[in-house]
């Protein structure tokens, strides 16, 4: 099952200028206040096609913006796999061997296994470590309502309700179930202690200007959010939020996987109406109104097929 490619808006550009920060590692910049304050990490490219993050991280550098409480640090994940980029394969440059928003388990990190993923990873630790709060800037295949994702812990419901935008929350109970991401990693995985807020941002479609300007916009909310900037006056107030629990991670097992209909993400099923199809197996509705997130464009044995999700009490 394959698809078009998308209209492009927005492409990559030379981002080489970026390489040397000031932190010793490439593409990671860092500008301490010299006030007291919190650790704000605005982390990109986490995957190599997800550009908006790009277009948010190199805003805040050409734009020169800097904290006035606190430190801020931007940082740009993996480049190699975005220097990657072909327009004639557009979502192949997602990641070179491993995903690189699975792999952030100590096992992995600190095991013999190697690739171009868990090199940048073990560079980009003491990075993730050290920030209190963590934007981690994506968008997705398909053009859909933007979203944040993060553990359900009380702190980042918090603070992904009082930014507002985007409007719909995906809520992990219990992880994501294929994987640890960057923003459970360590301390910001873990329910109470030290971390503070850690927030997947999923802007929109890959390529769509619309994706770039609200990873911007968002970016700046997460800033005046801790006190880093002022705040817009212009930014929208927050209006009703949706929000969805993660109930399974199905994942691609054979070749033959199928949905039982066209899907792009946000279509409901109710309880034991067939999903997806995968080989012998049948994907169906654990509940009714279940909704689906991120379905795959393009299903590839051992990755992610689909996130099943039911909706919670506003």
Known sequence: MTQS???????PRDISAYRQGNTGIDYVHRFASGRPGPHVLINALTHGNEICGMVAATHLLDAGVRPKIGTLTVSFAHVEAYEAFDSEKPFDNRQIVHNLNRIWSDELLGGTEDSPELRRAREL??????????LDIHSTSQPVEPFWVYPA????????LAIGRPSVHLVMPKGLGSGTPLIQHGRHGEAE???????????????????????????????????????DPAAPAPGPQRRFELLETRMVKTADFVFARPVIGFETFAK???????????????????TVFMPTRAPIVGREAVYLTKPLPH
């Open 5 to 11: 490619s998308p209209a492009f808006e927005v492409l």
């Open 153 to 160: 812990f009380e702190r980042n419901a918090v603070a992904a």
């Open 272 to 290: 034991g109406e067939l999903i997806a199809t995968d080989g012998p197996d049948e994907i169906r509705a654990p509940c009714d109104d279940c």
């Open 125 to 134: 630790r003491p990075v993730v470590a050290a920030a209190d709060h963590i």
């Open 193 to 231: 202690g030290t971390a503070g807020v850690a927030l997947v941002v999923e802007c929109g479609q890959h390529f769509a200007k619309s994706a770039a300007d609200l990873a911007i916009a968002v970016t700046m909310d997460f800033l005046a959010c801790f006190g880093l900037i002022e705040r």
